[in-house]
């Protein structure tokens, strides 16, 4: 049979011993003054009542050696009381971190994913963050409600409960350690400030993550951009563009919607195109039962860049492009540039990402 070890702290300790002095404090009191204390029982009520210093007054000590048993009493009291307080204040503190809901706890969580504002993301989104970072993601929402508890608890995601542009909010999300962070535009009067306010702050905890935000003010994007954001969306833009094509050229929403909900639609930025022409990359794709729709210029980051010149260091090779390249970034002059479709004789040059999309077996 095995014994389960109980710990003790230290007030608990004194608490159990100050209880046994306050039986032998009521034991000494009938034999010091037994006219004043004629039981056991009406000497422990008094030993109480001094030890908690409420002091009633009905029975008291009237000898020298009674009063000193009663001023260790009192003393006792007080820190036994502060004792008291203390190991039940813990107590509850511990039943309240223990109670925290597996949602809550991310303790130890890094190169995760972070998304501010996604109040009830459906099932097809979350599973295509979910291949990428399985369980390592935190949703950020100002309230709890009944339909985003049911998802965490369903997808087994983590929760930080605020306003996403609060610092402390961000820190309990551990945006320090995040991989990548979304921020989601709520659409109210001052959503676009709230969110140009986001990644300062999150820039200023982590300036190596790659932040995406949504926005609905196209003048917000230039700031955005000073301020570190690697990535914009502007859902009023799209809208109004699908809005539009739809008039002009009916349907185009649903090629549209297609394309952005096909699982074959990729990015891909290991291949073996560099310094050849589209014509060729696209032809070779196509032997692979692939098609490639274009050409993403700059899809590197500052730190990768840092990477490929550590590593020019140590075995040697071309370094000033590198150090150019990496000043640009600082000073926010190279940006993504998407070609859908260049010209055959277009060169794809380094640091090229290919967009492709894979052609269904059947």
Same mark, same amino acid.
């Given at each position: 049979m095995k014994i389960k070890k109980i710990e003790l702290s230290a007030g608990s300790v004194y608490i159990i011993f100050y209880l046994c002095f306050l039986i032998i404090a009521s034991l000494l009191m009938t034999f010091i003054e037994p006219q004043n204390f004629n039981s056991f029982f009406e000497s422990f %009520? %008094?030993? &109480?009542?001094?030890?908690?210093?409420?002091?009633?007054?009905?029975? #008291? /000590?009237?000898?020298?050696?009674?009063?000193?048993? $009663? *001023?260790?009493?009192?003393?006792?009291?007080?820190?036994?009381? !502060? !004792?008291?307080?203390?190991?039940?204040?813990?107590?509850?503190?511990?039943?309240? *971190?223990?109670?925290?809901?597996? +949602?809550? *706890?991310?303790?130890?969580?890094?190169?995760?994913?972070? &998304?501010?504002?996604?109040?009830? /993301?459906?099932?097809?989104?979350?599973?295509?963050?979910?291949?990428? #970072?399985?369980?390592? *993601?935190? &949703?950020? +929402? /100002?309230?709890?409600? /009944?339909?985003?508890?049911?998802?965490?608890?369903?997808?087994?995601?983590? #929760? !930080?409960?605020?306003?996403?542009?609060?610092?402390?909010?961000?820190?309990? $999300?551990?945006?320090? #350690?995040?991989?990548?962070?979304?921020?989601?535009?709520?659409?109210?009067? +001052? $959503?676009?400030?709230?969110?140009?306010?986001?990644?300062?702050v999150i820039r200023s905890l982590n300036h190596k993550v790659y932040i995406i935000a949504e926005i609905n003010d196209p003048k917000y994007e230039n700031y955005l951009l000073k301020s570190g954001c690697n990535e914009i969306i502007m859902s009023e833009e799209y809208n109004r563009f699908l809005l539009s094509k739809s008039i002009v050229e009916p349907g185009m929403s649903k090629v549209v919607r297609n394309l952005l909900g096909t699982q074959n639609f990729h990015i891909v930025t290991k291949h073996n195109f560099i310094n050849k022409s589209y014509k060729e990359a696209f032809e070779e794709s196509s032997k692979d039962r692939k098609i490639l729709l274009g050409i993403i210029q700059n899809y590197v980051t500052e730190n990768e860049l840092k990477k490929i010149l550590l590593s020019k260091l140590r075995f040697g090779g071309e370094l000033q492009k590198y150090k150019d390249l990496i000043n640009k970034f600082k000073r926010n002059e190279i940006e993504m540039d998407v070609l859908i479709n260049p010209k055959d004789d277009y060169v794809i040059p380094e640091f090229s990402a290919i967009i492709i999309m894979e052609r269904k077996n059947g």
């Open positions: %009520w %008094w030993s &109480i009542v001094t030890a908690s210093t409420v002091g009633y007054g009905d029975v #008291y /000590p009237h000898s020298h050696l009674g009063k000193i048993v $009663a *001023i260790v009493l009192i003393i006792g009291g007080m820190v036994a009381v !502060a !004792a008291f307080t203390a190991t039940i204040t813990t107590r509850l503190i511990q039943i309240n *971190i223990f109670a925290k809901k597996d +949602y809550e *706890i991310m303790d130890n969580l890094k190169d995760h994913l972070v &998304i501010c504002g996604f109040k009830t /993301p459906k099932k097809e989104v979350l599973q295509s963050f979910k291949n990428h #970072y399985n369980n390592n *993601i935190v &949703i950020v +929402y /100002p309230e709890l409600e /009944p339909e985003l508890e049911n998802v965490l608890e369903k997808e087994g995601l983590k #929760y !930080a409960h605020g306003e996403y542009n609060d610092e402390a909010v961000l820190k309990n $999300a551990r945006v320090e #350690y995040a991989d990548k962070i979304m921020i989601l535009n709520m659409h109210d009067e +001052y $959503a676009d400030a709230r969110v140009l306010e986001t990644v300062i």
